[in-house]
């Protein structure tokens, strides 16, 4: 009696197995392939990059930029943009590669202000030929903080101490195991100061305003879609739909346009497939600052 029991469980967790390993396969098999080359329509290729949520690695839009830049067959670009901002570098570095693919004339490109494009996010849809924002949208916010967390008095508490060999007095400027000195300050509003300035000249430069007015707005306040478009930090107001179609227009086309979208060719782990997308658990809160445009 307990063998046929042991048997039934046994089958039961074998029939288990195998409707799991069914269900793996056919999730991989419906997966999209390629990069949507089978775009069916006689309008336009308009090819839709997303940037979207805290901006840390710009590698990913960076190559996506230089691919969809570089095929004959898509004729514009849409850039939606969904994202608060992030670090300074990495929104650089996208605004400067949308930046070149502008400078270089072969496709026109609009950027599409979603639900939020601020700060980072704004200053990667600067480099865009026009920027469409619902009057919804949160954008603005130009500007850059530095944050970071003293656990001094946590760690004299726990009678913990951390012994620091150093090169020079600032080398361990903003340590969250000691209290920020006045010369840490002073150096870390150096650092801020000539960052705010680099955006601020970018905002300026690309929406045709003086420096005087780009730093009258330049405060970190936050504008709606409506308002940035009364004060000259976006060219119009709409949505998806409306960005796409200007996109198609622009072209010269008066055809629908068809949606291009970059399919990424990593290769997947059956975690990505158990766990879903967990690429943005690639980045944490780090010990050390980290200049942010958000």
């Given at each position: ?6 048997d039934k469980a ?143 008095d946590l760690l ?41 300035a680099q955006f ?95």
């Amino acid at each position: 009696m307990r063998t046929s029991r042991y048997d039934k469980a046994l089958k039961w967790m074998l029939g288990i197995a195998l409707a799991f390993l069914i269900l793996l396969i056919l999730s991989i098999l419906r997966r999209p392939s390629g990069e949507s080359w089978r775009a069916v329509g006689d309008g336009p290729r308009v090819g839709v990059i997303e940037v979207e949520g805290i901006l840390v690695d710009s590698e990913r839009t960076v190559r996506e930029l230089d691919r969809f830049s570089r095929r004959k067959d898509i004729e514009a670009l849409l850039i939606r943009i969904n994202s608060p901002g992030g670090t300074v570098a990495a929104s650089q570095e996208i605004y400067d590669k949308l930046r070149r693919v502008v400078e270089e004339g072969t496709k026109p490109v609009v950027a599409s202000l979603g639900a939020v494009a601020a700060s980072g996010g704004y200053y990667v849809a600067l480099a865009a030929d026009t920027i469409m924002a619902s009057p919804g949208t949160t954008t603005g916010s130009i500007g850059v903080i530095l944050d970071y967390p003293v656990a001094a008095d946590l760690l004299d508490k726990i009678g913990l101490r951390m012994e620091v060999i150093k090169s020079g007095t600032l080398k361990d400027a903003g340590s969250p195991f000691r209290p920020p000195t006045e010369s840490d300050r002073r150096h870390f509003q150096r650092v801020i100061d000539d960052l705010h300035a680099q955006f601020t000249e970018v905002v300026a430069e690309e929406r045709d305003l003086s420096l005087e007015r780009v730093r009258e707005l330049a405060t970190g306040e936050v504008f709606t879609g409506r308002q940035a478009l009364e004060l000259g930090l976006v060219d119009i107001l709409g949505g998806f739909d409306n960005a796409l179609a200007l996109a198609g227009s622009l072209t010269g086309s008066t055809e629908p346009p068809v949606i291009i979208r970059p399919v990424e060719r990593r290769r997947r782990t059956i975690w990505d497939y158990l766990l879903g997308d967990t690429s943005h658990l690639s980045w944490f809160p780090q010990l050390l600052p980290q200049y942010l445009m958000r």
